[in-house]
């Protein structure tokens, strides 16, 4: 890193949203070969200062110095002429244009300045991937992919521009341990080549592994920016959050009642994803699962909710045989479900707070008079929603892009459980949310578990499973290979089953 030589500084920025200051007075730079860490709960101001660099805000104050020149980053693609590529933690990709197209949008090759020349922009796209290790056909379109191959070519676009800087949102939030190690290969070369990285990350332990320094914001303000090699993980948790955090998981927990089967799943076969599966979900338990890209897990979660449909089974819903063909059944059952992807499945992205919380009891009629909705009802349980989950929003009418990270989540959970849900299925709970709205999270699956409602989550994150579930399935190549309980539960045992390795204790299952 050349401290001296720096390639973009933020002087004084600040912006305001609608009754919310979202920056106030912010100092950052990033130089030359340099990883500076931006971290900071959410709602501290991270996704708006990077908004800013990609031309999607405008600062309302302070200035924006590139290679030593005051510049204004009107539009994304003044951004991109200042050779400035952000990879967002929502991705922003064309779902009904193929992977080559959204790698080289409005970049395409052309023959004749008319025509695409489609020959070049898939050989492109093939070796951008190749660097990248991605095996994904690039005529394929964006809409088939998975959450963590979308993300993969969120970095490949960014590749293909030749930035200067390039800014990484949670870029781990949905990789495999392999496509981390790749990444991380991938960023050290970058950093080879003098090519600035901004990298945002909850995983503290990642920012510590590739950063320079790290800088934290918290409510809007620039709190501090440390060297790596002069601080520690504690002492960045305290500056994000203002005091000191020492557990991340809560304790207090009850047992699971297992005198009582919720749901039955038996011989549930998915065509060409899930085989066999088998278990059993007991009032107030929270029951995860765990298992790398390709095992099968969302497409067996999504189905016990109706999103996708099975191909043989049995589902035992409080021990009568039921069908899930659509999500309203799930709903009618009281099967409740939240999406790990947030902006593209789970927020009405155009529609206020309140809006998000009560669309699904609007559905089911609950609030409907006549052909009116009953306001008096509606506002009820909103705040009465708000205030057991503690959400946290300027006022009802606010819009819910503007909320953080972890109160969208909150919010996405609450519109669930004003349904009365006996089954909560969460996928990704905690994806791209920080350590203090991880821990609100964690809290209100606990209270929910020990209230009686079962829990069905899937979570990448190893510790999150350790920590707060009383069995782990592990699936591989949608198959159970592996169940362990809160005793024999542990982050080796697990990553070996994940990958299908025999060679651990715990209860094994055939394959």
Same mark, same amino acid.
């Given at each position: 890193?050349?401290?001296n030589?720096?390639?973009i500084?933020?002087?004084?920025?600040?912006?305001?949203?609608?009754g919310?200051?979202?920056?106030?007075?912010?100092?950052?730079?990033?130089?030359y070969?340099?990883?500076h860490?931006?971290?900071?709960?959410?709602g501290?101001?991270?996704?708006t200062?990077?908004?800013?660099?990609?031309?999607?805000?405008?600062?309302?104050?302070?200035?924006?110095?590139?290679?030593?020149k005051?510049?204004?980053?009107?539009?994304?693609?003044?951004a991109?002429?200042?050779?400035?590529?952000v990879?967002?933690?929502?991705?922003?990709?064309?779902?009904?244009?193929s992977?080559?197209?959204?790698i080289?949008?409005g970049?395409?090759?052309?023959?004749?300045? %008319?025509?695409?020349?489609?020959?070049?922009?898939?050989?492109?796209a093939s070796?951008?991937?190749?660097?990248?290790?991605?095996?994904?056909?690039?005529?394929?379109?964006?809409?088939?992919? %998975?959450?963590?191959?979308?993300?993969?070519?969120?970095?490949?676009?960014?590749?293909?521009?030749d930035?200067?800087?390039?800014?990484? *949102?949670?870029?781990?939030?949905?990789l495999?341990?392999?496509?981390?190690?790749?990444?991380f290969?991938i960023?050290?070369?970058?950093?080879?080549?003098?090519?600035?990285?901004?990298?945002?990350?909850?995983?503290?332990?990642?920012?510590?592994?590739?950063?320079?320094r790290?800088?934290?914001?918290?409510?809007?303000?620039?709190?501090?920016?440390?060297k790596?090699?002069?601080?520690n993980?504690?002492?960045?948790?305290?500056?994000?959050v203002?005091?000191?955090?020492?557990?991340?998981? %809560?304790?207090?927990?009850?047992?699971?009642?297992?005198?009582?089967?919720?749901?039955?799943?038996?011989?549930?076969?998915?065509?060409?994803?899930?085989? *066999?599966?088998?278990?059993?979900?007991?009032?107030?338990e929270?029951?995860?699962?765990?298992?790398?890209?390709?095992?099968?897990?969302h497409h067996?979660?999504?189905?016990?909710?109706?999103?996708?449909?099975?191909?043989?089974?049995?589902?035992?819903?409080?021990?009568?045989?039921?069908?899930?063909?659509?999500?309203? *059944?799930a709903i009618?059952?009281?099967?409740?479900?939240?999406?790990?992807?947030r902006?593209g499945?789970?927020?009405?992205?155009?529609?206020?707070?309140?809006?998000?919380?009560?669309i699904?009891?609007i559905?089911?009629?609950?609030?409907?008079?006549?052909?009116?909705?009953?306001e008096?009802?509606?506002?009820?349980?909103?705040?009465?929603?708000?205030?057991?989950?503690?959400?946290?929003?300027?006022?009802?009418?606010?819009?819910?892009?503007?909320?953080s990270?972890?109160?969208?989540?909150k919010?996405?959970?609450?519109?669930t459980?004003?349904?009365?849900?006996k089954?909560?299925?969460?996928?990704?709970?905690?994806?791209g949310?920080?350590?203090?709205?991880?821990?609100?999270i964690h809290?209100?699956?606990?209270?929910?578990?020990?209230?009686?409602?079962?829990?069905?989550?899937?979570?990448?994150?190893l510790?999150?499973?350790?920590?707060?579930?009383?069995?782990?399935?592990?699936?591989y190549?949608g198959?159970?290979?592996?169940?362990?309980?809160?005793?024999?539960?542990?982050?080796?045992?697990?990553?070996?089953?994940?990958?299908?390795? %025999?060679?651990?204790?715990?209860?094994?299952?055939?394959?």
């Open positions: 890193m050349n401290t030589n720096i390639f500084e933020l002087k004084n920025i600040k912006k305001i949203f609608p919310v200051v979202a920056l106030e007075d912010v100092n950052f730079d990033v130089g070969g340099e990883v860490a931006l971290v900071g709960e959410n501290a101001g991270k996704s200062l990077i908004k800013i660099l990609g031309g999607v805000y405008q600062p309302d104050a302070g200035e924006i110095i590139i290679e030593g005051k510049e204004s980053i009107t539009n994304t693609s003044t991109q002429r200042l050779k400035i590529a990879i967002y933690q929502e991705f922003n990709l064309i779902p009904d244009l992977v080559a197209e959204n080289f949008i970049r395409e090759p052309k023959i004749a300045k %008319s025509f695409i020349n489609w020959k070049k922009i898939n050989n492109d070796e951008i991937m190749k660097k990248l290790d991605i095996n994904i056909n690039p005529r394929k379109f964006i809409s088939e992919l %998975s959450v963590a191959e979308k993300q993969m070519i969120e970095i490949a676009k960014s590749l293909s521009m930035a200067k800087l390039i800014i990484m *949102d949670e870029p781990t939030a949905t495999t341990e392999k496509e981390v190690v790749k990444l290969s960023i050290e070369e970058l950093r080879k080549k003098n090519v600035a990285i901004i990298y945002i990350s909850h995983r503290l332990d990642e920012a510590f592994q590739l950063s320079d790290i800088t934290v914001l918290r409510d809007g303000k620039k709190i501090e920016t440390k790596t090699m002069e601080t993980q504690d002492e960045i948790v305290s500056l994000m203002g005091k000191v955090v020492k557990n991340y998981f %809560s304790e207090e927990r009850e047992k699971p009642d297992e005198s009582k089967v919720v749901m039955d799943i038996k011989n549930y076969n998915i065509a060409d994803t899930v085989y *066999d599966v088998n278990f059993k979900l007991y009032k107030g929270i029951l995860g699962f765990a298992g790398i890209l390709g095992s099968g897990i067996l979660l999504r189905s016990l909710y109706g999103a996708t449909q099975k191909t043989s089974g049995e589902v035992y819903f409080e021990e009568k045989k039921v069908e899930i063909r659509k999500s309203s *059944d009618k059952l009281g099967i409740g479900y939240v999406t790990e992807d902006k499945e789970g927020l009405l992205n155009d529609m206020s707070v309140l809006q998000n919380i009560s699904i009891i559905k089911m009629l609950t609030f409907f008079k006549g052909l009116l909705i009953r008096k009802k509606e506002l009820k349980v909103f705040n009465d929603m708000a205030e057991e989950l503690d959400i946290k929003y300027a006022n009802i009418n606010q819009r819910i892009i503007y909320l990270g972890g109160n969208q989540q919010i996405i959970m609450g519109r459980l004003v349904s009365d849900c089954v909560l299925i969460l996928l990704e709970p905690t994806r949310i920080d350590v203090g709205a991880k821990a609100e809290k209100i699956m606990i209270k929910l578990a020990n209230q009686g409602i079962s829990i069905i989550m899937a979570s990448s994150e510790s999150e499973l350790i920590n707060l579930t009383d069995r782990c399935i592990v699936l190549k198959r159970m290979v592996a169940e362990f309980n809160r005793d024999n539960m542990d982050e080796e045992k697990l990553v070996a089953a994940e990958i299908g390795k %025999s060679s651990y204790s715990g209860n094994q299952l055939n394959s």
